[in-house]
């Protein structure tokens, strides 16, 4: 034990995991993934596939979940820097339609463990921004779900500039520098939680 130090989230079944990382005048060494290790911190999920996508500046993929096959995510960056949310949407919890979001980026090599039962998404804040992931379950196309990333009622503090105006649209939205956000088509149609229910 002693090679990632975990943290609990202030919302139960999320946790920010900092591996020990192993540098000098080379370059750096660290474990990304240690089964034995997260089992020492009481993480037993296990892994069926990975991911990796890449995206630029100001793009903003989600909230996604899956409905019938939900997934646990273990995230990181490999390249850049994003904001990482979660969204509580398991019903009965007590912190249901709460959000967490923390920073991931390449110098501060942290990982986030979301818990199935969360949507999730994440903000591109560098030029470029390559983002991997391990999952619990398979992509099911036919299962996806969604939630509006600006929900007023969830309240996301993504932490850019504009004013919502009743829809998942991000036109008229920018990042602090003036950087528009970018999403995808499906992205943009995703309604807000208390029309998901």
């Keep these: 034990m002693g090679q990632i130090k975990v943290e609990k989230a202030p919302i139960d079944g999320l946790y920010v995991i900092e591996p020990t990382v192993h540098g000098d005048s080379r370059g750096y060494f ?28 100001g793009v903003l993929r989600g909230l996604h979940y899956q409905i019938k096959y939900p997934q646990g995510k273990l995230v990181r960056v490999i390249k850049g820097r994003v904001f990482d949310v979660a969204v509580d949407l398991r019903k009965g919890s007590k912190t249901y339609g709460k959000w967490f979001g923390v920073e991931l980026s390449e110098e501060n090599k942290k990982q986030f463990y979301i818990s199935e039962g969360f949507a999730h998404g994440f903000l591109v804040l560098s030029d470029v921004a390559e ?8 992509y099911h196309p036919d299962d996806e779900g969604g939630l509006a990333w600006n929900d007023p009622d969830i309240g996301i503090d993504w932490g850019v500039v504009g004013e919502y105006g009743g829809s998942a649209d991000p036109s008229g939205y920018t990042l602090p520098d003036g950087t528009p956000l970018v999403m995808s088509d499906k992205d943009k149609k995703w309604k807000n939680l208390k029309l998901s229910k």
């Design 30 to 57: 660290t474990e990304t993934y240690n089964k034995r290790d997260m089992r020492e911190h009481g993480l037993n999920m296990e892994f069926v596939q990975d991911n990796q996508s890449m995206s630029v500046k």
């Design 131 to 138: 983002f991997c992931y391990k999952v619990t379950d398979f």
